[in-house]
């Protein structure tokens, strides 16, 4: 099975506050992340405020700067997982340290 996982990363300020050897840890954490089985690296995102939200209503295009819905834990970056199961998906969501602080979202994918 194939899953996205969608990583959020929480209230920014709760980076702030790790300690000094937390945040040196974290491009570490993320590399072995990045190098399991199965894992197919995303990209980080810039910030919700870069955003440019595009809808088409009665065959006019609308554009909004920034997401449209106001988001407490915005969207920061995504993988993909090939895995045996959803286990395992929780597992390698458990591990990325945006778990800690904000969330990570597991979606199977269409095949």
Do not use: C
Not at 66 to 89: I, S
């Amino acid at each position: 099975m194939k899953y996205l996982l969608l990583i959020t990363h929480g209230d920014p300020e709760a980076w702030d506050r790790l300690s000094p050897e937390e945040q040196e840890a974290l491009p570490t954490a993320y590399q072995a992340i990045e190098q399991t089985p199965g894992v197919t690296p995303g990209r980080w995102m810039q910030p919700p405020d870069t955003a440019t939200t595009v809808r088409v209503r009665d065959g006019k295009t609308l554009t909004t700067d920034g997401p449209f819905v106001e988001m407490k834990e915005a969207l920061g970056g995504y993988l993909f997982y090939e895995a045996d199961d959803l286990d395992a998906a929780i597992e390698l969501a458990s591990r990325i340290p945006a778990a800690r602080i904000g969330a990570v979202e597991i979606r199977p994918l269409n095949e």
